[in-house]
């Protein structure tokens, strides 16, 4: 298994200039991609306990991989995939922490993060997820089998209260797809 070398600038990871300008999105990816959508959707791919990946567990402030909620998802502009969103919460973490975590379902966890004054965002962090990573091959999966030798993705720590949130979002070749959508023509 290999761990990804996180890096806390972007420029780092050698991305193309479009990406690094996705990756580096300031306040919520969700409303950006919005923005750029006429149909947005969150697919949850799945919310259980898990154990975190390797390269989390410092992260959130586990001295190795432990139990963890886990909640992975898609998140598609016009029926096309865009992002796979894999968040971890540590299992110490209480529900005053995180309140609206396990009840989420299909909505964005960005609607919750960006507009609760209680939250406070970590720094982001940078890498390329390659082959040998266990994300990369969950995106595979995702995504039925498409192939790729590797992604750009970004992590960022949140805290509430007490609690850890962790949040990878990998971005897919199809974000470089988007343009802002054009405002809908009123018709008489």
Known sequence: ?????WQPHVL???APAAMQDWLTTEGSLTARL?????RFRVRRLHQNAATCLADEARAIGLPRPGRVW?????LECDGVPRV???TVVPTSCSASDWPLFSALGERSLGTTL??????RRGQLEFARIRAGHPLLNRVRAALGGVEASHYYARR????RRQGLLLVTEVFLPAVLGLTPATPLQNTK
């Open 34 to 38: 919005m923005a750029h959508s006429e």
């Open 12 to 14: 780092a990871v050698r």
């Open 114 to 119: 960006f507009y609760d004054p209680l939250v």
């Open 1 to 5: 298994m290999r761990l990804a070398a």
């Open 156 to 159: 960022c720590v949140y805290r």
């Open 84 to 86: 796979f969103g894999h």
């Open 70 to 74: 886990e909640r992975e998802v898609l």
